[in-house]
């Protein structure tokens, strides 16, 4: 069966980053779309930042859009969020997901396989 892991959240203050990290298994994992999305309380989940099966083409919200770096490594079925300068509006639960085939697909009804949420608290 399919499963989704994240690791790397973790508190920081506002300007530091952090990276996450999310394995994946039971999935050939380069024919999959990859994203990362956030739920912070009281709202929905959001796309963050998506990435294509081989690594090509990528996807950003305009709010972290120049301050993270989503990739992934194929060889290891990973992916990966670099966050810099974050700021305390990006606190939330992160999530990873993968959806089959092509297309950076930003709506989150399309991702079928998601990992158990990574918390990032970012403070002022």
């Known amino acids: 069966r399919v499963q989704v892991v994240e690791s790397g959240g973790g508190w920081v203050q506002a300007g530091g980053s952090l990276k996450l990290s999310c394995t994946a298994s039971?999935?050939?994992?380069?024919?999959?779309?990859m994203g990362w999305f956030r739920q912070a309380p009281g709202k929905e989940r959001e796309v963050v930042a998506l990435?294509?099966?081989?690594?090509?083409?990528?996807y950003y919200a305009d709010s972290v859009d120049g301050r993270f770096t989503i990739s992934r490594d194929n060889a290891k079925n990973t992916l990966y969020l670099q966050m810099d300068s974050l700021k305390p509006e990006d606190t939330a639960i992160y999530y990873c997901?993968?959806?089959?085939?092509?297309?950076?697909?930003?709506?989150?009804?399309?991702?079928?396989?998601w990992g158990q949420g990574t918390q990032v608290t970012v403070s002022s």
């Open positions: 997901a993968a959806k089959p085939g092509a297309g950076l697909i930003t709506r989150v009804k399309e991702y079928n396989a």
């Open positions: 039971g999935l050939t994992f380069d024919d999959y779309v």
């Open positions: 990435i294509s099966t081989r690594g090509t083409g990528t």
